[in-house]
């Protein structure tokens, strides 16, 4: 199974709404990451776990929370969001997270906040 | 700064005819460049990792160099299955003592491939 499996495909939300997205692995990867990606613009990393631990914020608003339960699941708490945070959220896992590590990438969250 | 630029922006082909795609990268040491595809709507999918300058990999009608300071991705006799985006990245090591992985993408090249 090379698969990284995101939920859901698509959300709308109001800006006062609470959603989170979800995604998971079952290739033992130990490294999972977050980013977000705006219509044709390429992928901004956001957060990376590695081994569960939260070991890169690249500077994200608190309006995003990231969780990772376990080593096969990642979520991303939203509340509060603005419009422009209207992209396609895309997970990501790899083996480690040391370099030379090629990244596996779910096929996304298509967000729409109104 | 590390950096990515691709060309072209947007590539249209006949099928059949086939072209090369230019990625141009400035990185504090390169650990790895890597390609990949993106269909409308879905997550990026792997294609290569290229990691020192003379490096070739193919796969099916695809095929990927690189240089110091440049990667290409030839097309030969495309269909108009290839028809997606192209993205090229380069791999930066960012934390505390360097420890995590980081890809840095280009902007892509929009390949539409007709009959």
């Known amino acids: 199974d090379t698969e990284v499996t995101q939920t859901p495909k698509h959300l709308v939300m109001g800006m006062t709404n609470k959603k989170s997205l979800k995604c998971e692995q079952h290739m033992g990867h130990r490294a999972m990451y977050w980013y977000k990606q705006k219509a044709k613009k390429p992928p901004e990393l956001m957060f990376v776990y590695s081994y569960e631990k939260l070991s890169i914020n690249e500077s994200v608003p608190s309006r995003f929370s990231p969780e990772c339960p376990n080593s096969s699941l990642l979520n991303l708490h939203l509340h509060a969001l603005q419009p422009e945070d209207s992209a396609l959220y895309l997970c990501?896992?790899?083996?480690?997270?040391?370099?030379?590590?090629?990244?596996?990438f779910g096929s996304g969250t298509q967000l729409s906040v109104l | 700064e590390d950096q990515v630029t691709q060309s072209p922006e947007a590539l249209r082909l006949q099928e059949g005819e086939s072209s090369s795609l230019n990625c141009s990268y400035t990185?504090?040491?390169?650990?790895?460049l890597f390609w990949y595809r993106q269909d409308p709507g879905k997550g990026p999918e792997f294609l290569f990792t290229l990691y020192s300058a003379g490096e070739e990999k193919e796969k099916e009608r695809l095929k990927a160099t690189l240089t110091k300071k440049e990667s290409f991705l030839h097309i030969t006799a495309p269909k108009p299955e290839d028809s997606a985006t192209y993205l090229c990245?380069?791999?930066?090591?960012?934390?505390?003592?360097?420890?995590?992985?980081?890809?840095?993408f280009g902007a892509g090249t929009r390949l539409a491939v007709h009959p």
């Open positions: 990185v504090s040491g390169l650990r790895g």
């Open positions: 990245a380069v791999q930066a090591v960012v934390g505390i003592s360097g420890g995590y992985n980081k890809l840095i």
């Open positions: 990501a896992s790899s083996q480690g997270s040391r370099a030379n590590e090629k990244l596996f």
